[in-house]
């Protein structure tokens, strides 16, 4: 899963950061508010942890930014500014959580995964699923019905983000930032290069018609062969 931090105090960034990762996560760490806030408008991260008092843009502006442009990634506040009305304005704007500082850390990691869970069933193991395809994310494996599937890391990175954005179009461009980042030079040649390879894994268990294409658009991991009405997810 990718989290995306947005913190002005470097120190306590990098702690963040390192606590994640601890955990398995893997981080995109910036202390500006307006990088924050252009890495957040992509839509490629799970979550979004976000301070309050930010150089550039604070994160009230962010988070009306990122939910006009219907972004919809889940986000978390952690900030000192702990008054009620802070609280209730943040909620208001648009944020999932508040959380303040100072903070325990299994609080805050509770906290991310809840909301993490509703970016799709988790199980007991850390699972995650979809019809009879099943993600297990501590061993990154994947199964279907039982079965085992052979992913390269990449397949298997590709496949989780369908899975974690269900029933939703995936632009191209989306996918070659979640998954191959966003400095990355892949085009989108490569994404249907791995579209591809994945179907065709997927094919072996009858489920290569679960990524549908989206003509002009990208894809969407959808059971159902219609597939219109769904708008870009944040």
């Known amino acids: 899963m990718k989290l995306l931090v947005v913190e002005d105090d470097v120190h306590l960034l990098r702690t963040i950061q390192t606590l994640l990762e601890e955990e398995g ?6 202390s500006c508010g307006e990088e924050g806030c252009y890495w ?10 976000l301070d309050l008092m930010l150089p550039g843009m604070d994160g009230f502006q962010i988070v009306r930014r990122l939910r006009a442009k219907q972004v919809l990634t889940p986000i978390l506040f952690l ?18 959580d508040y959380m303040t500082k100072p903070f325990e850390v299994p609080e805050l990691l509770a906290r991310i995964r809840a909301l993490l869970r509703r ?12 019809q009879k395809l099943v993600l297990m994310m ?13 992913l ?13 954005n269900r029933e939703q179009i995936l632009t191209r461009e989306q996918i070659c930032t979640r998954v191959w980042g966003l400095e990355s030079d892949v085009g989108s040649n490569v994404v249907e290069v791995y579209i591809y390879y994945l179907r065709k894994k997927l094919k072996a ?8 294409t989206v003509r002009n658009v990208g894809y969407m991991l959808k059971e159902n062969a219609a597939c219109s009405g769904k708008s870009v997810p944040g």
Do not use: C, W
């Open 25 to 30: 996560y893997h981080v995109d760490p910036t």
């Open 40 to 49: 957040a408008e992509q839509g490629i991260h799970d979550l979004l942890v």
């Open 205 to 212: 268990h009858g489920y290569d018609h679960m990524i549908q």
């Open 138 to 150: 501590r061993t990154k494996e994947a199964f279907i019905g039982g079965d085992k599937v052979d």
């Open 119 to 130: 970016r799709g069933p988790v199980d007991n193991e850390g699972g995650i699923s979809y």
């Open 152 to 164: 390269t890391q990449k397949e298997f990175e590709l496949l989780e983000y369908f899975l974690r």
């Open 79 to 96: 900030t000192a500014r702990d008054s009620a009305n802070d609280i209730v304005k943040g909620l208001d704007t648009g944020a999932d």
